[in-house]
Structures are given as C-alpha cells and as structure tokens.
C-alpha cells in the first residue's frame, strides 16, 4: 500500500506593482525622440526619451512593473522613471497590484496630480484598523474602496479576499493576527491603504478610541459624511468630472425655471404692496440693482480704500465676548464675535483671503483679512500656486481674465464642528451663501462689481497656505473689482 501524499500548499508569488496607461490614452512617440500622450484628439508633451526608453515605454500599455525600473540601468530607468512620474502628475495612470498581469488584485486610481504608490514600513506589532472615513461602493461594474483621506482609491478586483479583510479591520488587529487569517491581504496591499489612509495605525499614545486614535483634533471633529461632502463637491482631492457639464441631457428634460403653480385660489398680492412699486427704501434699491459682474475695467482698478470700506462693511468683528455653555455640571468657555452678517450659532467659521491682482494702493500678492484688527495680513503664497488659483477663479466664470481680487472664503471646519453634530458642513454652506450676498449687496452700494464661485481647488489652497485641507480651506470664491460700465 503506498503512503498518503501529503499536498504541497502552494508557495504564493510575488505581488508586482505595476504602473499602466489609462485605456483612454495613447503614447505618441514621434521620429525626433519626442513623446505626448494623445486622449481624444489633444495632446499633451511629455518631453524627450532615447530610442530604447521609447521601446520600454510601450509596456505602459499593459503594465510596467516599478521595481523594474532599477534594473534598466541607470539611463534608461531615470528616463522611464521621469516619464512615469511625468504621466501621474497629468492623472494618466493607474497603478495595478497583482500576481501576474492578468491577474489585478486590486487597481489603484490617483485623485490627485501628486499621487505615487508608497509603502510606509509595517512592523508585525503594529496595530491596523480601518478608517471610519473609507467606504465601498458600486461604480458601474467595478466595486471601488475610497476615503475623502485618501490621494487615491482602490478598484477592487477580488472582492471576496479584500472585503472579508476590511471587514475584520472593523476592529483593530495586530498585523501579526492578520496574516495569520487564510487569504489575509499581502503585506504590499495593507502598505498602500495604510499610504492612503483607508488604514491607519493606531497611535496609543491618544487614547483607545478608534476616533480619537485616528489622525489629530481637528479630524476627530468632521463627521464622515461632512468629510466627505467636502471632498467631493469640489475641486482638488478628487478625479471626477466637475461643473455645469449637464451629463443627462440627452437622458432626462431639464427642469423649468419657474415652478408650475399649486391649483388652489390665488390671492394676488401686487396691489396690496403700493411701498414696492411707489417709493422704494435704499435697500430694495441695492437689491434692484445686484447683477454678478465677470468682466472688469483694469483701465479703473478698485482701490485700496474702496476695498477697506467693502471689508469693514461686510466682515469686521464689531464686538467680542465669552459665554459659559449651559451644561449641568459647569460648561466650556466659549468665546464669541459678532460680524454684520447673521452665522448659525453665532459660530462664525469663515475666514476671507485674498489674491491682488490688481488694486490702485495695494501690491499684488496673497493676503489675509483680519477681522479683529481689520487689516490685510501678506501671505508668502508661490507666484505659479497663485497664478493657477486666479486662472481657476476665471475659468469658473467663463473668462480667460483675472478678477481684480478675488477673494477665497476660508472655513474654520472645527469652529462648526466642535459644537455641532451632523449638521456642520450644511451650517458652513448657508453661511458662506449669507456672506456671498451680503458682499453682492456691499459692494453694488458701493458702485463695485462682484460675481460668487461656487468652486475652489482645496489642494491648491491648502498648498498655497500650508493648511491642511481639513483644518481651514476654501467653501467658496468671489471675484471683485470695478465692472465695465457695459459689458456685464
Ligand atoms: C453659490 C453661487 C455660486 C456661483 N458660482 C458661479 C460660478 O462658478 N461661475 C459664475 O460665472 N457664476 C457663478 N455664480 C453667479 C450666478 O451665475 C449668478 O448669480 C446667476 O447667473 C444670476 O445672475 P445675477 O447674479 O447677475 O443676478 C454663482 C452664484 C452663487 C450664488
């Protein structure tokens, strides 16, 4: 009788991370060693490759792997490397991880131009959880794991091994425990989420709260769902298409402008308010006369003590005090000030900034408004950050013009939040709409022009400022100057 056979468990092999062309885009590389990437007719250069980087290059098609990069040499692997990083920045790749090149595990999607696959050192000790921000969803066939935390999200391709590993996540787990799971995720994987922030390492050292072991303060105050909301409802920390892009035209008809009319009795009140129509109060006048202005008269830039005026009358603090909340056993200080527009809670979260284009009495540059001093404060913001901050106002209006000014409405997210739960992003939003109208009605008092942006780029701004995006960043734009008696 022959013995049994013991069956070999099967030794898994290596996981490759690769970096690979999005399928919309094609390599153009032309006789003189110049290449451009080509996506629907346009084309962006990429510079110059030697004939061998350009035949290497090809495989970005279906995968190159990065660590292979090292072993083309010197030349050939600075040169692709360049290429590559050269193709990220423009959001032109994805990153696959697998065990073969048919065989993704899961493939990641940069949302932001920086993004590079990392792998921060694990030891088997430390201790994982998931993020209370990541979550999976269905888009279109794939299932994606994504996070308003994360510079990239995850396409998952093997959902059954991924998801059961997220799952356990739910609650902290030791490395070590985790590998010892049958099909725990790799080592490389576990890395690029902990990169990505979908997984973090519990910091001990603040407590063992799975919320306040995640991040710092200011994070610990956002809410998932408001993290989110501002991640995603506007420019910078995200790959999707963005605007009045009216994706289901063809689709579904466009809502009418005015409401059809209820069908019961109508009470006509035109004749009822003489006051409108006979003799109107200074303030029906200015709301009259309010129209956003996109185009400005650069021959008549606003001045210095125009803007004074239109800062003191919209946002100066006019008072400052502290009232103890009125828990049962001794509440917080909290400490107040009072500006000429309403804010809920008297919270008052939002800061204003502005880039100078062009004001008679003012250098150009990037300035903060003080509100308690009432003065403007230099900020030390990068010539090229700012120029594409006021090229992004522009193009939000239509325009290929600066704005004279334009000023960038800050929240301070955790002035909100601290107090506030479930409902301080929306809070935020009402107030920046308050604030937007109380600039519209300043400034057309004051003969100025104005026009609100619904956009900002968050990253950018929090490039420019050096604050990150979840501390104090941009819930709106507004550009300012002297309109063109005609053109608007
Ligand atoms: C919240 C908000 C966001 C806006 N965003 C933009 C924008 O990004 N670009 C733009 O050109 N106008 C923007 N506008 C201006 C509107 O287009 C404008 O108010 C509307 O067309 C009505 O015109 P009026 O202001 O001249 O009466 C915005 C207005 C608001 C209130």
Same mark, same amino acid.
């Given at each position: 009788?022959?013995?049994?056979?013991?069956?070999?468990?099967?030794?898994?092999?290596?996981?490759?991370?690769?970096?690979?062309?999005?399928?919309? *885009?094609?390599?153009?590389?032309?006789?003189?060693?110049?290449? #451009?990437?080509? $996506?629907?007719?346009?084309?962006?250069?990429?510079?110059?490759?030697?004939?061998?980087?350009?035949?290497?290059?090809?495989?970005?098609?279906?995968?190159?792997?990065?660590?292979?990069?090292?072993?083309?040499?010197?030349? +050939?692997?600075?040169?692709?490397?360049?290429?590559?990083?050269?193709?990220?920045?423009?959001?032109?790749?994805?990153?696959?991880?697998?065990?073969?090149?048919?065989?993704?595990? !899961?493939?990641?999607?940069?949302?932001?131009?920086?993004?590079?696959?990392?792998?921060?050192?694990?030891?088997?000790?430390?201790?994982?959880? %998931?993020?209370?921000?990541?979550?999976?969803?269905?888009?279109?066939?794939?299932?994606? %794991?994504?996070?308003?935390?994360?510079?990239?999200?995850?396409?998952?391709?093997?959902?059954?091994?991924? #998801?059961?590993?997220?799952?356990?996540?739910?609650?902290?787990?030791?490395?070590?425990?985790?590998?010892?799971?049958?099909?725990?995720?790799?080592?490389?994987?576990?890395?690029?989420?902990?990169?990505?922030? +979908?997984?973090?390492? +519990?910091?001990?050292?603040?407590?063992?709260?799975?919320?306040?072991?995640?991040?710092?303060?200011?994070?610990?105050?956002?809410?998932?769902?408001?993290?989110?909301?501002?991640?995603?409802?506007?420019?910078?920390?995200?790959?999707?298409? !963005?605007?009045?892009?009216?994706?289901?035209?063809?689709?579904?008809?466009?809502?009418?402008?005015?409401?059809?009319?209820?069908?019961?009795?109508?009470?006509?009140?035109?004749? +009822?308010?003489? #006051?409108?129509?006979?003799?109107?109060?200074?303030?029906?006048?200015?709301?009259?006369?309010?129209?956003?202005?996109?185009?400005?008269?650069?021959?008549?830039?606003?001045?210095?003590?125009?803007?004074?005026?239109?800062?003191?009358?919209?946002?100066?603090?006019?008072?400052?005090?502290?009232?103890?909340?009125?828990?049962?056993?001794?509440?917080?200080? *909290?400490?107040?000030?009072?500006?000429?527009?309403?804010?809920?809670? #008297?919270?008052?979260?939002?800061?204003?900034?502005?880039?100078?284009?062009?004001?008679?009495?003012?250098?150009?540059?990037?300035?903060?408004?003080?509100?308690?001093?009432?003065?403007?404060?230099?900020?030390?913001?990068?010539?090229?950050?700012?120029?594409?901050?006021?090229?992004?106002?522009?193009?939000?209006?239509?325009?290929? !013009?600066?704005?004279?000014?334009? $000023?960038?409405?800050?929240?301070?997210?955790?002035?909100?939040?601290?107090?506030?739960?479930?409902?301080?992003?929306?809070?935020?939003?009402?107030?920046?709409?308050?604030?937007?109208?109380?600039?519209? !009605?300043?400034?057309?008092?004051?003969?100025?022009?104005?026009?609100?942006?619904?956009?900002?780029?968050?990253?950018?701004?929090?490039?420019?400022?050096?604050?990150?995006?979840?501390?104090?960043?941009?819930?709106?734009?507004?550009?300012?100057?002297?309109?063109?008696?005609?053109?608007?």
């Amino acid at each position: 009788m022959r013995p049994p056979t013991t069956k070999k468990r099967q030794k898994p092999g290596r996981v490759i991370l690769s970096a690979r062309l999005n399928s919309y *885009v094609e390599l153009d590389l032309r006789a003189d060693g110049t290449i #451009a990437a080509a $996506i629907d007719g346009d084309a962006i250069g990429l510079g110059k490759l030697s004939a061998r980087a350009a035949k290497r290059a090809q495989d970005l098609k279906s995968g190159l792997p990065l660590d292979s990069l090292a072993a083309e040499g010197p030349d +050939i692997g600075d040169e692709i490397e360049r290429l590559v990083r050269r193709l990220a920045m423009h959001g032109l790749l994805e990153f696959p991880l697998g065990r073969s090149r048919d065989d993704d595990e !899961v493939v990641i999607e940069p949302q932001v131009p920086n993004y590079w696959p990392r792998m921060p050192q694990l030891d088997e000790a430390d201790m994982l959880a %998931l993020s209370r921000f990541a979550y999976m969803r269905r888009r279109g066939n794939d299932m994606i %794991l994504e996070s308003p935390l994360a510079a990239a999200l995850f396409r998952i391709c093997n959902p059954k091994k991924i #998801a059961v590993a997220l799952a356990l996540l739910s609650t902290p787990q030791p490395i070590k425990q985790l590998r010892q799971q049958d099909d725990s995720p790799g080592h490389e994987l576990l890395a690029l989420l902990v990169d990505c922030r +979908i997984v973090f390492k +519990i910091d001990s050292a603040r407590g063992d709260g799975l919320r306040t072991g995640e991040g710092d303060d200011n994070l610990v105050l956002w809410d998932f769902h408001d993290l989110l909301f501002h991640a995603r409802s506007t420019l910078g920390r995200h790959a999707n298409p !963005v605007g009045g892009l009216c994706p289901y035209a063809g689709l579904i008809a466009p809502l009418p402008a005015v409401r059809p009319a209820w069908t019961g009795k109508k009470i006509e009140l035109g004749n +009822i308010s003489p #006051a409108v129509s006979e003799e109107i109060s200074a303030v029906t006048k200015v709301l009259r006369d309010r129209h956003s202005t996109r185009i400005f008269d650069d021959q008549r830039p606003i001045t210095l003590s125009e803007l004074a005026r239109l800062l003191e009358s919209v946002a100066r603090i006019r008072a400052r005090w502290e009232n103890t909340l009125d828990f049962t056993d001794g509440g917080p200080v *909290v400490s107040f000030a009072s500006r000429p527009y309403p804010s809920g809670g #008297a919270s008052y979260p939002l800061e204003l900034y502005l880039a100078v284009n062009k004001c008679d009495g003012l250098a150009s540059g990037f300035y903060h408004y003080d509100a308690d001093i009432h003065a403007l404060v230099p900020i030390d913001a990068r010539k090229e950050e700012l120029e594409a901050h006021v090229a992004g106002a522009a193009l939000a209006m239509g325009s290929h !013009v600066a704005p004279q000014i334009l $000023i960038t409405i800050a929240a301070r997210f955790g002035r909100v939040s601290w107090k506030y739960s479930s409902i301080a992003y929306a809070l935020i939003l009402k107030d920046v709409g308050v604030l937007m109208q109380t600039l519209y !009605v300043v400034l057309t008092d004051l003969g100025l022009g104005g026009c609100a942006i619904g956009t900002a780029d968050i990253s950018l701004f929090a490039n420019m400022t050096g604050l990150e995006f979840h501390v104090e960043g941009p819930v709106g734009q507004f550009a300012l100057g002297r309109g063109l008696p005609q053109a608007d």
